[in-house]
């Protein structure tokens, strides 16, 4: 990827390079700007794979392969256990960013959710932009990776694609989260391509930053509460 690598402050290590090279390609025109962000979050990326099933209290069960949390994935057993929240859990709702992201007001997608799903989102008052809408193009439940892009809108990011991946990591002696963002779009006229990047980053590392403190919060939750096992 031809792109700059922003680590809050941080050194991008070899396992951040690695993934990016597998998981963040992209085609990065003369006219575009492209950069990665890194995010180091205390709470585990999925502890269960989604499954639809859900439970008498309405909570979603899971039925099927268990991830146990460091990224191994060997114990399959038919059980079914509460969802835990995580960070995958928050991710993975092309349907629902206004999770985590704190500039969305309103998101609406038609139909199913599935690969070329459109979604339609409202941004909150004082940004240069109030609605965009945005393409599911890449979700994968298995490797943690949700890309979409950006095809419509009132606002200036023109052909917007982005890749957010998710690593499971150890902080502290807790399953803990690695999420690298990746991002290509245009560098719109009259502005320059450091001016492009760092209005984006800006955005990006708020959507980071919130995606740890509502995960972080869930995940102090879910310890505090036992695990619902059938
Ligand atoms: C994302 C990333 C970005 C969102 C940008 C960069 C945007 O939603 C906002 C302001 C704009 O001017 C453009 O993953 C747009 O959310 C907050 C409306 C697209």
Request: proline share 5%.
């Amino acid at each position: 990827m031809n792109a700059s690598a922003v680590a809050n402050g941080c050194e991008i290590g070899g396992m951040e390079r690695e993934y990016m090279r597998r998981h963040h390609r992209h085609e990065v025109a003369e006219n575009q700007c492209s950069s990665a962000l890194v995010k180091h979050i205390r709470a585990p990326v999925p502890l269960v794979i989604p499954s639809s099933r859900r439970a008498r209290c309405g909570t979603p069960v899971f039925r099927g392969s268990v991830d146990v949390g460091w990224g191994v994935k060997s114990v399959r057993a038919r059980v079914s256990m509460q969802m835990f929240a995580s960070v995958w859990s928050l991710v993975r709702r092309f349907d629902q960013p206004q999770k985590y992201k704190p500039f969305v007001s309103r998101c609406v997608v038609r139909g199913n959710l599935e690969i070329g799903s459109l979604r339609e989102v409202d941004v909150k008052s004082g940004l240069p932009a109030t609605t965009s809408t945005e393409r599911l193009e890449l979700l994968d439940d298995d490797e943690h990776i949700l890309s979409i892009r950006i095809v419509g809108g009132d606002h200036r990011l023109r052909n917007y694609s982005s890749i957010i991946s998710l690593h499971p990591e150890i902080i502290e002696g807790r399953p803990g989260t690695l999420v690298i963002e990746s991002y290509v779009v245009d560098v719109p006229e009259g502005n320059t391509k450091d001016e492009t990047c760092y209005f984006v980053e800006a955005l990006i590392k708020c959507n980071l930053k919130s995606l740890a403190d509502v995960s972080e919060r869930l995940a102090v939750q879910d310890r505090t509460e036992p695990i619902d096992m059938m």
